[in-house]
Each structure stands twice: as C-alpha cells, then as structure tokens.
C-alpha cells in the first residue's frame, strides 16, 4: 500500500490507537486482541440444522474450552440448490444454545434483511467471504453497533480487506474483527490457501483483532489442526473452526468439520503447546 492510500484509513489504521480490543458477549468477558488474555477460540457447526444439534454441539464445544459458539443460520451457498440455512428458526435455537452454555453466538449475515435478524439474535454479526465487500452490506452492519466478523474475501487484497473494515467503523462502530480464511491461488490441495502472513501484515497495519478460520482453508478435516495451530503460533487473535457431531451427515461442508472428540482434542494440544 502506498503512502498515499494509507492516510484514508482513518479507523481501522494505528494512527489513533495501536491495538483495539473487541468485546463480545452479554458480560463482554470474551474479549479479542487482549494485549495480556489468550486467543479466543470460536467452535460450532458450519449451518444450524436443528434445535438439539446446535444444543448438543454447545455443550462439548464449551466443555472443550471455546469460548464462543458459531452456526450459520443464512448460508451463502455456491450453488443455490444447496441447504441454505433455517433462516430465523436457527437464530432462536442459537439463542436457546447461548441461555445453555453462556457462550456468545457468532452468525453470519448474508443482506441486509437478514442482517437486521442477525443483530436482533445474535453477539456478533458475522459478515462472509463472499460479502465482504458489499459496502452496503457493510455499512448496515456498522450502523447496528454490534461487533462485526469480518471475513477476508477469496482474492481480497489486505489492503482492500482493512477498508472493508473501514466501511463498517466510519458509521461509529469500532467493533470489528479481521479473520483470515484462505485466498484464491495455484494451490489447490487444500480448499484455499491461509495467508499467514496476511494476519502479521493485517495487525502491523491497523489497530483490530485479527483471527483466522482454518476449516474454510483447509477444506479438510485432516489439514484443519495444522493450520489452527500455525495461525495463533503466527500472531492470530483467535481462530473459528467448525464442529459437528456427526460430520458425514452435515448439510454444508461436511468433509471439513472436526467431530466433537476431534475437537476437544485439538484444544487439548493447543493448550498443551501454550497456544490458547
Ligand atoms: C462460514 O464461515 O460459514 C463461511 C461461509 O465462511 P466464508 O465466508 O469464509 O466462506
Ligand atoms: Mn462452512
């Protein structure tokens, strides 16, 4: 970026402040970018498929120790065939798994009509690779106040990701999170490919939390624990990975979800390894 694009980052630029920390949840105790806490770990299946689903995966992903829970209630399908989400019947059953476990629910926003349900339900709006430069979108998000995960797009630039991120904190809402989920590239033996460096570089340029989803990346359950584990040993804030109780039966993304006791075992390594 030259010096000339980078004075009209204004928010999310380090000029103001050198690290902002983002807090989430009904008593803000689950907190992103904490100069002395740990990364936060955010685990839940790709979509909600039904009340007892999301209940039971609440509970083991909060007794393996995530402190937030994700499940999409809109998908943004490749195909428009596909499974594409129990809409507001999901945010109740998020709702429900939130009063359960305690754990604040993260769910993506897919336009602003769903937006607008997603900020009634849920602790944080999730905006998706596919949206995150939908600048309407964006900015609707920012005008709700609620705090805003904010996928890096597939052939996104880091640049361009941070001023996506401007659009939402120009409307007075400094609650955003940065999470990268893998880029387009040459590579294809994983689903994309996780830009490691892009969280350094995402940190060393603005003031925000940055995460990353290693399960979109990876594509494969087999390649997710490395890359989670190569994300927060690379500076990560946090990570969003994907658990199912019965992954060969998900209705989206099914080969990349980690089971429960996959899971949990995961999170006992990253704590062995000092990680989380
Ligand atoms: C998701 O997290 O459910 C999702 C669809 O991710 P992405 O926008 O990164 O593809
Ligand atoms: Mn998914």
Redesign the pocket.
């Known amino acids: 970026m030259n010096e000339k694009s980078d004075k009209k980052i204004r928010l999310a630029g380090k000029d103001s402040v050198e690290r902002l920390e983002v807090k989430i949840g009904p008593r803000k105790d689950v907190v992103f970018g904490s100069e002395s806490g740990s990364p936060v770990v955010i685990a839940g299946p790709?979509?909600v498929e039904s009340e007892e689903q999301i209940l039971r995966i609440a509970e083991a992903v909060k007794k393996a120790g995530a402190q937030a829970l994700?499940g999409?209630a809109f998908?943004?399908r490749t195909s428009p065939y596909d499974f594409q989400g129990h809409g507001e019947e999901a945010l109740r059953w998020l709702a429900k798994a939130r009063e359960a476990t305690g754990l604040p629910v993260v769910t993506?926003a897919v336009d602003e009509e769903s937006l607008r349900l997603v900020a009634d339900y849920a602790d944080v709006i999730?905006i998706?690779?596919?949206?995150s430069q939908n600048f309407a979108l964006l900015r609707a998000a920012g005008k709700t106040q609620r705090p805003v995960l904010l996928?890096r797009g597939?052939a996104q630039g880091i640049d361009e990701w941070i001023m996506a991120a401007e659009y939402i904190m120009v409307e007075g809402n400094m609650n955003v999170i940065l999470?990268e989920?893998?880029i387009r590239t040459f590579g294809n033996h994983t689903r994309a490919t996780l830009d490691i460096g892009a969280i350094a570089v995402a940190k060393s340029m603005s003031c925000l939390p940055v995460i990353a989803?290693p399960?979109?990346a990876a594509g494969d359950v087999k390649f997710v624990p490395p890359l989670a584990k190569a994300a927060l040993a690379g500076g990560a804030d946090g990570i969003?990975i994907?658990v199912h109780n019965d992954p060969a039966k998900a209705l989206s993304?099914a080969k990349q979800q980690l089971d429960l006791k996959q899971f949990s075992e995961l999170m006992d390594e990253m704590r062995m390894l000092k990680l989380v």
């Not at 998706?128 to 949206?131: E, S």
């Open positions: 790709c979509a994700r999409g998908k943004p993506e999730q998706g690779a596919r949206n996928k597939m999470c989920r893998g989803d399960s979109h969003i994907e993304d």
